[in-house]
């Protein structure tokens, strides 16, 4: 559950559900991979190709915007969604935009982010936006004596601190996001190692081991044979 937030759902929201997140990206394959991931990681997230679209859109608390849209210069794009919207926008360029990348910060942009990049740096980019902009959220993840604090990356159990190393803590975030649910090592590694992980899967069962161990509750990530892992009830 989240310590302080008025509900216990997805990341960084207020209490009328997840924080929502529109991607404005004309590459399927880019999008299909940043919904994807997003709806992972806890948020609610929609997807649009052209910057009619965006500016027709109902408004979110997130957009990713492509400066590169088919249709209208991405800094226009951005600057008409500043003027109908106060939601946090984060631009997505490609090299040698970056020209544009200023224009589209000057233009009311909260943050921007160069192609190719990796799904855990966008999800921290996003928690920092929502931060700033919803700051009555909570940013820590309870479970029994468990605290994973997101926004310092600091974990402590029953009081103790657990210094863990960054894979370590993308796996217990996963876990203590949705505490009971099974957690498929697809989408752990997904989300812990950014997606660009072809190596073996048996580097997840170390990095739990050794994240089991720090814990000092070795039962407290329950193995689901076949399917994953999951947090265990704590007390
Ligand atoms: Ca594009």
Not at 24 to 29: I, M, S, Y
Not at 63 to 73: A, H, K, N, S
Not at 118 to 128: D, F, N, Q, T
Not at 145 to 156: A, F, I, M, Q, S
């Amino acid at each position: 559950m989240r310590v302080s937030g008025v509900s216990a759902e997805g990341p960084g929201q207020g209490g009328d559900g997840p924080a929502s997140v529109l991607v404005a990206e004309d590459d399927p394959a880019i999008t299909t991979q940043l919904v994807r991931g997003l709806r992972l990681a806890g948020y609610e997230a929609s997807s649009v190709g052209t910057g009619r679209e965006v500016l027709s859109s109902p408004v979110v608390d997130v957009v990713l915007l492509d400066l590169g849209l088919p249709d209208i210069d991405g800094v226009e794009v951005c600057r008409q969604l500043r003027a109908r919207s106060d939601g946090a926008i984060i631009v997505i360029t490609a090299r040698g935009e970056e020209s544009d990348r200023v224009l589209a910060l000057d233009q009311g942009a909260d943050d921007y982010m160069v192609k190719p990049f990796g799904l855990a740096e966008l999800l921290a980019r996003i928690r920092a936006v929502l931060r700033r902009s919803r700051p009555q959220d909570s940013e820590a993840l309870r479970h029994g004596d468990l605290l994973v604090d997101l926004r310092t990356g600091k974990v402590t159990i029953a009081g103790r601190n657990v210094p863990l190393t960054p894979k370590e803590f993308g796996i217990l975030e996963c876990l203590a996001s949705d505490p009971g649910r099974v957690v498929t090592r697809q989408e752990i590694m997904e989300r812990a190692w950014d997606s660009h992980w072809y190596g073996p899967m048996k580097v997840l069962d170390v990095h739990v081991a050794s994240l089991r161990k720090k814990l000092g509750q070795p039962g407290l990530i329950e193995t689901v044979y076949g399917r994953g892992f999951r947090l265990a009830d704590s007390r």
